[in-house]
């Protein structure tokens, strides 16, 4: 990847469960970004977290950030087979023009 | 949000001959669109940055007579695989970013197929 890895990189729960993806990185950043992407298709953008913040939440996206260790984790709760997709996370390198360095990214798979 | 679009959704090329995709941003202005390029299974990576009214910064590795990009106004940016080979084969994807703030709206894709 160009940035850091993620894991685990692939993860399978069943409906209900909770799902925990780590991602780490190597440079100083801006902010740090978690995206979804369908099979094949384009991506959506999850959460945004800024350096000086230490964790968000949005509905059941809960995300940590880690500065000192470099390092953020996204946490779906009661997870849904609907969350079955691929997430990566993506920093921006301490750039402000906007380009993204993705992670390696981790393949959820939620069975009903 | 800010809607961006590319166009083709998918295509497939003959070896040799050239692809070119667009990136449109529909309801805002862009003076910076990014290109990215993912395998099958893999990461996204990200090829070259778009400015409008000038050349485009790749990122290493990326070999810039291969893949002209052109951002000829603030809601288009192309990209244009010249010579395609069947190992150009991927999932090309677009950003944009608006003028006014400092967030990057992706479009939905093209896959490239070259056969």
């Known amino acids: 990847s160009q940035q850091g890895e993620e894991d685990p990189q692939a993860l399978s729960i069943q409906e209900g469960e909770n799902a925990t993806m780590n991602c780490s990185y190597k440079?100083?950043?801006?902010?740090l970004q978690w995206y979804r992407q369908n099979s094949g298709r384009g991506l959506v953008h999850l959460i945004l977290i800024r350096s000086n913040e230490r964790e968000k939440h949005s509905g059941r996206l809960r995300v940590t950030l880690d500065t000192s260790k470099k390092s953020s984790s996204l946490l779906i709760t009661a997870s849904r087979a609907a969350d079955t997709a691929s997430y990566f996370c993506a920093t921006d390198r301490g750039s402000t023009l906007g380009r993204l360095y993705f992670g390696r990214g981790t393949q959820l798979t939620v069975w009903p | 949000g800010a809607v961006v679009s590319q166009h083709p959704s998918w295509v497939i090329c003959k070896s040799g001959t050239s692809v070119k995709i667009e990136c449109r941003s529909l309801?805002?202005?862009?003076?910076?669109m990014f290109w990215y390029r993912q395998f099958p299974k893999q990461s996204l990576m990200l090829m070259a940055t778009?400015?409008?009214?000038?050349?485009?910064?790749?990122e290493q590795g990326v070999e810039k007579d291969k893949f002209l990009i052109n951002h000829a106004s603030l809601t288009l940016s192309t990209l244009t695989v010249t010579s395609a080979h069947p190992e150009d084969s991927s999932f090309y994807i677009c950003?944009?970013?608006?003028?006014?703030?400092?967030?990057?709206?992706f479009g939905q894709g093209t896959r490239l197929t070259v056969v």
């Open positions: 440079t100083s950043i801006n902010n």
């Open positions: 309801d805002f202005q862009a003076t910076t």
């Open positions: 950003s944009a970013r608006d003028v006014r703030g400092t967030e990057a709206f």
């Open positions: 778009s400015n409008e009214g000038s050349k485009a910064t790749y």
